[in-house]
């Protein structure tokens, strides 16, 4: 068997051994939902670094008025950068199919109705998929 099978197999094997394990995949799964999007156009790495470059450029050459904002731009895009580099990736649907694993059983034992779900932000589609359905009454 090959190394890489092998310590996927541990991993799942502990994680499935760690009692904790589900709650915290399902709770990383339903702070994903609630993180607010994004909204506007994306600007990549190298835009902002093109644009950092021109603002030094007017820095350097600019007087006055000119040179204030160009510093005040230097600093904007440097704090978008570094937020850049900052900010995790979460892959939603690795969450997803993870919280798809364990709802339901995390659902029976700690009382959670599908209507709680629903209210928590999880989509009808994904509770589907995870077995948990609507009860009557």
């Known amino acids: 068997m090959p190394a890489s099978n092998a310590a996927a197999r541990k991993a799942r094997t502990s994680a499935l051994a760690d009692p904790r394990a589900p709650s915290a995949t399902i709770d990383r799964y339903l702070a994903a939902l609630t993180t607010p999007k994004r909204r506007g156009r994306k600007v990549s790495k190298a835009t902002l670094e093109q644009r950092l470059v021109l603002a030094r450029g007017r820095f350097e050459a600019g007087v006055g008025v000119e040179r204030v904002l160009a ?12 937020k850049l580099q900052m900010s995790p990736v979460v892959d939603v ?40 359905s609507r009860t009557r009454g």
């Open 71 to 82: 510093a005040q731009e230097i600093r904007d895009i440097t704090a978008k950068l570094t």
């Open 93 to 132: 649907e690795r969450l997803e199919a993870a919280f798809v694993k364990f709802a339901k059983k995390f659902g029976e034992e700690s009382g959670v109705t599908y209507g709680a779900w629903r209210d928590a932000g999880v989509s009808a589609h994904v509770l589907r998929k995870a077995g948990i």
